[in-house]
């Protein structure tokens, strides 16, 4: 019988997991990103090899995944993704990702459910692949499809968190 993994375009689904992230946070970012324009290249290297390594060792239950410069994931056990913030200033673009790996899982046959922890608020955010938020998670991959099929990036439209982006210079240096 086929397993739903051989299906599925793993590397196309992890790189998804990032832009769906960058979606969220700035739709320009995305689209130099997807351009090969990667000045954060070897974070997201680090991410993706590792993810990939959870499920290649899922007995190996505690990792901590580094997703761009903000964003830490811990694959805790069985039963949940685990992410930790540090601000809740890209919290819509954590829990999109958050939701994405939680589809992703799904997909794979896996069940899970997303945490979101702030520990400098002394929050946390429970986070479930609802029919809705999985509604969300496809909205946003067409989304992506959508941005990255235009010829021209969008233009730098400058928001609080510019200045900490990667991009800063190549937008408004
Ligand atoms: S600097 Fe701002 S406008 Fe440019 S890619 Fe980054 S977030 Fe987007």
Not at 148 to 170: D, G, I, N, T
Request: proline content about 3%; hydrophobic content about 35%.
């Amino acid at each position: 019988m086929t397993k739903i993994y051989d299906r599925i375009d793993l590397q196309a689904l992890r790189m998804n997991g990032v832009k769906v992230n960058y979606l969220y946070v700035c739709e320009r970012k995305l689209w130099l990103f997807d351009r090969g324009i990667q000045m954060e290249k070897n974070h997201e290297k680090v991410l993706l090899g590792k993810l990939l390594s959870e499920y290649a060792y899922p007995e190996k239950t505690r990792r901590e995944i580094l997703i761009d410069e903000l964003i830490k994931i811990d694959l805790m056990d069985s039963e949940e993704i685990r992410e930790i913030k540090y601000s809740n200033r890209l919290a819509n673009a954590n829990r999109i990702q958050v939701l994405y790996y939680l589809y992703y899982l799904k997909l794979l046959g896996v069940q899970r459910k997303g945490v979101i922890n702030y520990p400098k608020m002394r929050r946390k955010e429970e986070v479930s692949l609802t029919p809705e938020a999985e509604e969300e998670v496809q909205e946003a991959l067409k989304k992506v499809e959508e941005v990255l099929s235009s010829r021209k990036p969008p233009v730098a439209v400058k928001k609080s968190y510019c200045s900490k982006c990667a991009y800063y210079e190549f937008c408004f240096g």
